[in-house]
């Protein structure tokens, strides 16, 4: 059983930052969120480079001329049913009609091409693959999640407390002041919370986005984040995630590895998504992550601790299977989960030193098109009622 101490730590009055500690962990935040775009653009582009090798085989199968006259058509048939549904006698046509007419005329022009057709479909399948397999959840995830129904024996193993500590304002745990590897209870009204809810441009690249930021120091934490296909491009792929936090001052009683656990509530956690294969030939995927986070004023680039609350990839195979529009749930609205994270690989938290902690939600999106329309939407909320920090045993 680990050790049973603990801290409680009341919240009013707020602890006051330093002007010049404050600056400093800000840019320390900011140096981790440049890395972490950094990471996002190599793997936008490692992904351009698999789509452009998989169309560059394609190539070389049919021939520069027959690959050439067949994008050219998968190109007109696009204007010509965009210009179908112009007023006034667009809005009397089909939509569905005409587009499965289009395609129909593009997988015919595919099956005169014979065995290169073919060739092509299976070129095609092995760029889905290697897709598949670069946009797998990262290995970035150190923590583990817990929903409360059902894991009070996970959480009375952690902490050594009863669970209803963790959603009981009012439940004063026992704490050893002579114990350095106490742990410390945080809980709302926090000192501070910040967001940073701007795209990173290079990394939207043929989709329109949209948001909306949700945070505040009694701990309600998310974001509401949708990206919309451009529809003049063939080919898309953005890579956006959106954090915001509650930052607590934390002082070390000893020098050793941070130890932390989020107690939260589940406010929301939705997502929308619907990916439209318009002439066969094509490939889309998204993937939409709920994550919560911890990191320091202490610790440079992306090192951090992220926990994965709840992730679905959605994905077409091509070959003109659409993915329809689907709205659901993952987590139960209401209920209350829990996350256990110990750093490992990220630098010691020093004795007496006081260190900015900053504890949070991070709304993620991945979306790739190739000759595909893509609609996705995000909305994500989480009710942070409580913060537990020691130095691990």
């Known amino acids: 059983m680990l050790n049973k101490s603990l801290a409680s730590r009341r919240t009013s009055p707020a602890p006051i930052f330093a002007t010049e500690v404050s600056a400093f962990a800000d840019r320390a935040v900011a140096r981790q969120e440049e890395r972490r775009r950094e990471a996002e653009a190599t793997l936008a582009r490692k992904a351009s480079r698999i789509v452009e090798e998989g169309h560059r085989q394609a190539q070389e199968a049919m021939g520069t ?38 395609r129909r005329r593009i997988e015919a022009h595919l099956r005169g091409l014979g065995a290169r057709g073919r060739r092509v479909e299976k070129i095609q399948q092995d760029t889905n693959a290697g897709l598949r397999k670069l946009l797998a959840p990262d290995s970035r995830r150190t923590g583990k999640a817990y929903s409360l129904a059902g894991n009070g024996d996970v959480w009375r193993h952690v ?8 959603i009981n304002p009012e439940l004063a745990p026992p ?8 742990w410390f209870r945080y809980r709302p009204s926090y000192p501070r919370f910040r967001a940073n809810i701007s795209p990173h441009p290079d990394l939207l690249n043929g989709f329109n986005p949209r948001a909306h930021d949700f945070a505040n120091v009694a701990g309600w934490l998310g974001s509401d984040l949708a990206l919309e296909e451009d529809s003049d491009r063939e080919k898309a792929n953005a890579s956006w995630y959106h954090r915001n936090g ?17 107690g939260a509530r589940c406010v929301w956690d ?39 609350m709840s992730t679905e990839p959605t994905e077409s195979e091509g070959h003109g299977d659409d993915v329809p529009p689907k709205n659901f749930e993952k987590l139960n609205q209401g ?3 829990f996350v256990h994270m110990v750093s490992e690989k990220e630098p010691p938290l020093p004795q007496g030193e006081p260190v900015q902690i900053t504890v949070g939600c991070e709304n993620y999106i991945y979306a790739f098109s190739d000759d595909m329309k893509v609609s996705c939407q995000s909305f994500f909320l989480w009710d942070v009622h409580s913060v537990w920090l020691r130095i691990h045993p």
């Open 335 to 337: 209920e209350h989960y």
């Open 246 to 262: 509650v930052v607590i001052s934390f002082t070390p009683r000893i020098t050793g590895r941070l130890e932390a656990v989020i």
């Open 175 to 182: 704490e050893d002041r002579r114990d350095p590897h106490r």
């Open 159 to 166: 902490t050594g407390l009863s669970t209803d500590v963790m």
């Open 65 to 102: 001329t027959r690959y050439a006259e067949l994008r050219a058509k998968i190109h007109s048939e696009r204007l010509a049913l965009r210009a179908l549904g112009q007023p006034p006698a667009g809005l009397k046509r089909d939509y569905e009609k005409d587009r499965r007419a289009a």
């Open 270 to 308: 939705t997502r929308k998504v619907s990916i439209t294969d318009e002439f066969g030939l094509s490939y889309g995927y998204v993937r939409q992550d709920n994550s919560l986070f911890v990191t320091t004023s202490k610790w440079v680039g992306i090192q951090e601790l992220v926990t994965l």
